[in-house]
């Protein structure tokens, strides 16, 4: 058996002032053609990784054709979509003959005139290779459409958040692709849109949050052979395109089409009844926060601001919180990270150990924020290559680009860098010879994935409710294209019965 596999995944947020271009993948993340994606995946527990595991096991002959991942960003050119999306079905010509195709997606990624572009590609996917199975992987943030789920035959999400199972999603979708070969035109979607868009702190599936009891109940329900696999979807609650909301997508044979409709139906509903626990979470102003953590004697203390979260395609150039710690006078050691590309050039050019007077921060997302002058020290400079370590996106290889850490006041370490750095694990700040253990205060921007790799090394952490485009009060942010009157919370008294939609 001979399948094709690729990556094409990227997150988007609608209110990001960048742009995403081939260049920025192949800077922050990874653009592999071919044999090249044998090499790069060495090592990584990302689902392709996990899909040829499965593939090696069971004998199937992988041909690689593109993949194409980088850290969250603004929303992508045309042109380099079409280029992608020309260049992937060009590969596949060239595999043939094919006995079927494996995609990693992420289900969030948006294109400048183009909502749902992973709809449009399964759907050109589907077209080139006629009824031979399709089978994708979809990030639990992805905004899942009909078009997806009526072009693709197999498609599963992690169901996890933080995704620690990038690896095990890509195993099972192997393992159904294997299991299911020559009766995949038997099955269906089982497809359910909620009117739903809610902020993240509160859906992580950790701990006694309620959303573990919501997707254990889900999982229950999947027997590998008549029930394939129930996913639920939290979506990326910034993009501002027509078709939005969580939804529950089953993938089921046919005779247990109605069975799975009442599974589906009875998890978007317990879905839709958590709406307002997700808008109850407490956070702290920056101030606050500082004035508690200084007050107690736990260290490292994690400083979280969701709403600056480069893995929510925010800018990650927020000084909310620098102005507060500089107002605060903090001679606690703490590690901050800035994305600012010109004072980087700036701190390259002075070398290590210049002293310097600069403005940081603020300049890429002017809409939410401003640059604080600061006068520093160089002390490290950095060309910006690492690895993930911990339990999410573990082994793949990421850059924050040319990265300076300014020391300012005596002990603020400002790791300033020129591409957005996602804070998942702490191995950014390790990397550059700051060593977690002995921050006091730790500076994270995440809504939730940090969890993971945080998970018994912070201390204590405070939320922060400062101002951002990947900020939780969602009623604050410009959004313009999304149906309001349909959707909660900006319809606050609406009422929603499941009706799932076979595909
Ligand atoms: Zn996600």
């Known amino acids: 058996m001979r399948y094709a596999v690729g990556t094409l995944s990227l997150e988007c947020n609608s209110f990001s002032p960048e742009r995403t271009t081939l260049d920025y993948f192949r800077r922050n993340g990874y653009l ?85 572009p992973e709809g449009d590609l399964l759907e050109a996917v589907r077209n080139a290779i006629g009824a031979r199975p399709l089978v994708a992987t979809l990030d639990f943030h992805g905004n899942v459409t009909a078009r997806m789920a009526r072009a693709a035959d197999i498609l599963v999400g992690y169901n996890s958040f933080p995704h620690t199972n990038l690896f095990e999603t890509g195993v099972k979708a192997g393992e159904l692709a294997w299991r299911h070969h020559g009766r995949t035109r038997d099955l269906r ?68 089409a109605d069975r799975a409709s009442e599974l589906v139906a009875r998890t978007a509903r317990a879905f839709w009844d958590l709406r307002r626990v997700f808008m109850d979470f407490p956070f702290h102003s920056p ?42 006078r903090v001679k606690a050691p703490t590690y901050l990270p800035i994305v600012d590309p010109e004072a980087v050039a700036t701190a390259a050019q002075a070398g290590v150990g210049a002293e310097l007077t600069l403005p940081v921060g603020g300049r890429l997302n002017r809409r939410f924020s401003r640059p604080v002058t600061v006068q520093g020290r160089v002390r490290t400079l950095f060309d910006g290559r690492y690895r993930y370590t911990g339990p999410m996106f573990h082994g793949v290889e990421t850059s924050m680009g040319r990265t300076a850490v ?63 485009i990947s900020g939780s009060n969602l009623r604050a942010l410009p959004f313009e294209r999304i149906d309001r009157a349909n959707l909660y919370p900006w319809n606050e008294t609406r009422k929603f019965e499941p009706d799932p939609t076979i595909l």
């Open 32 to 116: 592999l053609r071919g044999e090249e994606i044998w090499d790069a995946h060495r090592g990584m527990r990302n689902e392709l990784a996990g899909f040829l595991d499965v593939c090696r096991r069971r004998g199937v002959e992988a041909v690689p054709t593109l993949a194409v991942w980088a850290v969250p960003h603004g929303l992508v050119v045309p042109e380099t979509y079409a280029e992608l999306k020309a260049e992937l079905l060009a590969r596949l010509r060239t595999a043939e003959p094919l006995d079927g195709v494996y995609l990693s997606l992420h289900g969030s990624m948006v294109v400048e005139g183009l909502d749902d």
């Open 189 to 256: 979607r089982i497809f359910v849109k909620l009117p739903l868009v809610a902020p993240m702190e509160r859906m992580t599936i950790v701990g006694d949050e309620p959303m573990v009891r919501l997707i254990r109940d889900l999982e229950a329900g999947e027997d590998g052979d008549q029930i394939l696999a129930l996913s639920a979807f939290g979506v990326q609650c910034w993009l501002d395109i027509q078709e939005m909301g969580c939804s529950v997508l089953g993938v089921v044979r046919a005779e247990a």
């Open 287 to 328: 101030d606050e926060a500082i004035r508690q953590g200084l007050a107690s004697a736990a260290q490292p203390i994690v400083l979280n601001e969701p709403s600056d979260n480069v893995g929510a395609g925010a800018t990650g150039d927020s000084t909310y919180l620098l102005e507060a710690l500089l107002r605060q």
């Open 406 to 468: 300014l020391e300012v006041s005596g002990n603020i370490f400002i790791e300033l860098t020129e591409l957005p750095v996602w804070t998942i694990d702490p191995e950014h700040y390790r990397c550059v010879g700051l060593a977690p253990e002995r921050a006091k205060f730790l500076v994270v921007k995440s809504q939730g994935s940090f969890k993971a790799a945080y998970e018994g090394l912070a201390k204590g952490v405070f939320y922060l409710d400062t101002p951002g």
